[in-house]
């Protein structure tokens, strides 16, 4: 939907009213490089997509919140944000709100919210870090208090920890909250220290495959992982007495000291680890010398290992990213998001999309019986308020 069909679409669902409609939009991401290291502390390379999720608000004069998606309405009053949790999509927005409540800054009225996402949900693309950081950030703006993209990451991701009940880590969020267009996000989970780096592509486009495999097995597998992980790094503290992440050790300390984890499959855990975190480097290094082979290689490398040594992808990604590197002019492929499921992303000449799409989406339903679907991506901005010109679609003017 556009502006102005958003527009209608509020005043359909909400009425005149008399404050102004103003617009937000937060993207979605995709973690280039860099697959379950968040949560052991290491770096990861995310960057901001330009499809999201849009959020249209309005003050009202009472307590009442009102919230609905393009599909679904639903209210409460403020007071009653504590206690509204409900297994739906609303838990996310009422997740932030609680939270911006605990952190001191409450809603001091209601408020008429609308939403449209342009993300695939289960894609593994963050929409629902998308639509916590919307909120959080058009609620920090309305409200008066002052913006701090960190903040907000961090308050969102408390809202899917605490609220929610998703123990996610804080790449997602941040990656939402701090994009910048045609730059990846380099950014060290443990400190939150981050920098943008240039992602020029001139010649290449990114290419999101979406397997549509349900991805039932994420959470029970992703929960196993951080305990497998927890497991290694309680073993490695016999070498390392002061190591508190699996991704504070570097490659020549691990291979000094691997001997130490007992079990085979948590070792196989932990080597992933140390070699993603090495690879996020390497692609920087790579990035900076516009070396997009060099990238690429990197990225199919990140998917073996993902598959390999982590397990945490499937036969449906396995096949589309087999399929994707047959196709001349892919420099690399590999899955991204949590796995089971998902999606892949390819770096793909831009002479080359129009082939890759085609024949990787028939090779890929042959085989596995399932449609592909695929979105060509550029690299967008993080959250913001959208320009004037669609506050005046809004009012109808």
Same mark, same amino acid.
């Given at each position: ?6 527009? /209608?679409?509020? *005043?359909?669902?909400? !009425? %005149? ?15 280039? +490089? ?65 939270? @911006?409540?605990? %952190? ?8 008429? +919210?609308?939403?449209?996402?342009? +993300? ?8 629902? $870090?998308?639509?916590?950081? $919307? ?20 308050? %969102?991701?408390? #809202? ?16 939402? /909250? ?14 939150? *220290? ?13 290419? +999101? ?29 016999? !070498? ?30 932990? =080597? ?49 990213? *087999?399929?994707? @590197? ?25 002479? #080359? ?24 991506? %550029? ?13 005046? =679609?809004?009012?109808?003017?």
């Amino acid at each position: 939907m556009d502006a102005r069909q958003l527009a /209608a679409h509020f *005043e359909e669902q909400y !009425g %005149s009213g008399e404050g102004e409609v103003r617009f937000f939009h937060a993207p979605g991401r995709v973690n280039l +490089i860099g697959e379950h290291i968040d949560y052991n502390g290491g770096y990861v390379l995310p960057a901001a997509l330009e499809f999201g999720t849009t959020l249209l608000i309005r003050p009202r004069s009472d307590r009442m919140l009102r919230l609905s998606s393009t599909n679904f309405p639903y209210q409460l009053t403020i007071d009653e944000t504590a206690d509204a949790k409900t297994g739906e999509w609303t838990d996310y927005p009422v997740g932030v709100i609680v939270e @911006l409540a605990k %952190s001191g800054r409450a809603l001091s009225r209601g408020y008429d +919210i609308l939403v449209h996402g342009d +993300i695939p949900n289960g894609a593994g693309l963050s929409s629902s $870090a998308s639509l916590e950081v $919307a909120v959080a950030y058009a609620l920090l703006t309305l409200e008066g208090h002052p913006i701090d993209r960190t903040d907000i990451a961090q308050l %969102s991701q408390r #809202a899917e920890n605490r609220f929610v009940g998703v123990n996610c880590g804080i790449m997602d969020q941040f990656a939402v /909250a701090n994009g910048k267009q045609d730059h990846a996000i380099l950014l060290m989970c443990d400190t939150l *220290e981050f920098k943008h780096v240039p992602f020029r592509t001139e010649g290449y486009k990114l290419v +999101i495959g979406n397997t549509n495999k349900r991805r039932g097995l994420v959470d029970s597998k992703y929960n196993e992982r951080r305990a497998q992980c927890d497991e290694a790094v309680q073993e490695l503290r016999q !070498g390392f007495p002061d190591l508190e992440l699996l991704a504070q050790l570097d490659a020549a300390g691990y291979e000094a000291k691997k001997h130490l984890i007992q079990d085979e499959v948590v070792r196989k855990r932990a =080597a992933h680890v140390i070699a993603e975190n090495e690879r996020v480097l390497q692609s920087v290094e790579a990035l900076q010398q516009h070396d997009l082979e060099r990238f690429g290689q990197l990225m199919i490398a990140s998917h073996e290992s993902l598959r390999d040594l982590y397990e945490v992808s499937c036969e449906e990604l396995d096949v589309m990213v *087999e399929e994707a @590197l047959r196709i001349e002019g892919t420099a690399g492929s590999r899955m991204t998001g949590a796995g089971f499921g998902g999606c892949t992303v390819s770096l793909v000449k831009e002479s #080359a999309v129009s082939r890759f799409i085609e024949r990787v989406g028939e090779a890929y339903q042959r085989r596995t019986g399932l449609p592909a679907e695929f979105y060509v991506c %550029s690299v967008g901005d993080g959250v913001k308020e959208q320009d004037s010109g669609n506050k005046l =679609a809004a009012k109808g003017e």
